[in-house]
C-alpha cells in the first residue's frame, strides 16, 4: 500500500481544509486528483509529503505512520514533487543540468559534490526525455513546458517510490501540454515506476495511465474510484452542480457544459 488515510482531516490557520479523508491507494497505482480551484488539492498533497501534519485522522505513506516517527527528510526522499511551490524556490540562474542534478540531494541549488554516477543519471534522464539540448540553458531562460520537464527529471534523480504532479500542465500551451503527458505516460510505462499522482482541474489533461480518480470538492471525497467510472456525465453534473457532458477522444475525458 502506498498510501492509507483514515478520517483524515485537516486545518490550517483555523480553517479546515480536508474533513474525513479517506483514501486507500495500492503500490502501482496511478491516480488523479479533480477538483475546481481551491478544492484542497494541494493541501492533501502537501500533507502526503509532510509539509502539514493531519489534524485528526490516521495516515501512512509510504509505510511511514504520521505521527509515529519524525517524518520530514525520511519520507520525503522517497517522494518526488513537482508543483508551483516548488518552483518558486528554484534559483532562475542556475542551469537546467544542475536543476536536475540537485534532485539528488533533495536540495534547491547544488552545495554538495555530485558523484559521476549522479552526472550520468542526470544526462540519461535529459536525453530520455528530449532536454538534452538545453540542458546547459539557465532554467529563467526555458519555456514552460521545458521548464516542467526539468523539473519532473530532478523528481526522477532519486527513484522516488511516489512520484506527486501537482498541476504540471497547467498553464501550458497546447504542444507543450501534450509533450508532458506523453513524458507522464513514458515514466508510468517503466517496470519500476513510481506510483503517480496528478492533480488537475481539466478533465482533457486526464491521460490513460491514470486509471483512477479521486473526486475532491471543498475538502471532502465526493466519490473515488476508476477514471472511467468517476469522469461521466451523471457523476460530473452532480459534481459541479452544473449540467455537464463528458465526450471521451483518444481515451481522454473532454467536458462540455450543457
Ligand atoms: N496554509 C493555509 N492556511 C489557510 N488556508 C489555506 C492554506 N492553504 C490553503 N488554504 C485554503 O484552502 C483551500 C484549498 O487550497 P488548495 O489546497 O490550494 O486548493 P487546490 O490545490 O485544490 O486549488 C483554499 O481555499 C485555500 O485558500
Ligand atoms: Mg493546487
Known amino acids: ?9 485537516l486545518k490550517r490557520n483555523g480553517k479546515w481544509l480536508l474533513h474525513s479523508v479517506n483514501w486507500q491507494v495500492k503500490e502501482k497505482e496511478n491516480w488523479v486528483l479533480y477538483g475546481l480551484n481551491g478544492a484542497g488539492k494541494t493541501a492533501l498533497l502537501n500533507m502526503l ?3 502539514y ?33 516548488l518552483e518558486k524556490k528554484l534559483h532562475p540562474d542556475d542551469r537546467a543540468f544542475e536543476i536536475v542534478l540537485s534532485g539528488a540531494f533533495a536540495s ?6 555530485p ?13 530520455a526525455f528530449g532536454s538534452i539540448k538545453y540542458a546547459n540553458r539557465t532554467y529563467e531562460t526555458l519555456s514552460q513546458g521545458e521548464k516542467q520537464k526539468v523539473l519532473i527529471a530532478r523528481a526522477l534523480m532519486n527513484d522516488p517510490e511516489l512520484l506527486i504532479l501537482d498541476e504540471p500542465v ?9 509533450q508532458v503527458l506523453d513524458m507522464i505516460s513514458m515514466i508510468a510505462s517503466k517496470p519500476d515506476a513510481p506510483t503517480l499522482l496528478y492533480t ?3 478533465a482533457e489533461d486526464i491521460s490513460p ?34 449540467p455537464v457532458e463528458v465526450m471521451w477522444r483518444n481515451e481522454r475525458p473532454h467536458l462540455i457544459k450543457l
Open 209 to 242: 495511465v491514470f486509471q483512477h480518480t479521486l473526486l475532491l470538492k471543498e475538502g471532502t471525497v465526493f466519490c473515488k474510484g476508476e477514471t472511467k467510472q468517476m469522469m461521466t456525465s451523471d457523476t460530473l453534473t452532480s459534481f459541479f452542480n452544473c
Open 200 to 202: 488537475t482541474h481539466h
Open 49 to 51: 509529503c509532510s509539509y
Open 108 to 113: 534547491i541549488g547544488l552545495y554538495e559534490s
Open 1 to 9: 500500500m502506498s498510501l492509507d488515510l483514515k478520517d483524515v482531516s
Open 53 to 85: 501534519f493531519p489534524t485528526s485522522g490516521e495516515m501512512t505513506v509510504l509505510g511511514h505512520v504520521f505521527g509515529k516517527e519524525a517524518l520530514g527528510e525520511k519520507l520525503r526522499k522517497k517522494i518526488g514533487l513537482i508543483s508551483a511551490g
Open 170 to 178: 497547467t498553464g501550458l500551451d497546447f504542444l507543450a501540454r501534450e
Open 115 to 127: 558523484t559521476d554516477d549522479m552526472r550520468e543519471k542526470a544526462i540519461d534522464l535529459l536525453k
